[in-house]
């Protein structure tokens, strides 16, 4: 199993990224992916999952209505849309993976929000 995050960056508040996940390894379209973030300090937090077949979307209370978790099977790829970017979203953002009881991380990709 392999995850590769990208996407971070340093941006304004207020701005926009979108994070991608390009996953290998394992048959990607028969699993839930989910993105993580960890702020300096603070404990790995969930941010997002999305289903295996993307119908279904779970956000944590602080990004919901800002952020958008999907997934591109064909391309064994998912994706974080991240909206009116706030400072508390600075973190490292990692795509992770449930496969038969090990949880996989990537190694993760730094998002600064800052002015």
């Known amino acids: 199993v392999q995850l590769v995050e990208s996407g971070g960056h340093l941006v304004q508040p207020g701005g926009s990224l979108r994070l991608s996940c390009a996953a290998s390894?394992?048959?990607?379209?028969?699993?839930?992916m989910s993105w993580y973030r960890q702020a300096p300090g603070k404990e790995r937090e969930l941010v997002a999952r999305i289903s295996s077949a993307g119908g279904t979307t779970d956000y944590t209370d602080s990004v919901k209505g800002r952020f958008t978790i999907s997934r591109d099977n064909a391309k064994n790829t998912v994706y974080l849309q991240m909206n009116s970017l706030k400072p508390e979203d600075t973190a490292v953002y990692y795509c992770?993976?449930?496969?038969?009881?090990?949880?996989?991380w990537g190694q993760g990709t730094q998002v600064t929000v800052s002015s």
């Open positions: 992770s993976l449930a496969y038969y009881g090990t949880t996989y």
């Open positions: 390894g394992f048959t990607f379209s028969t699993y839930a």
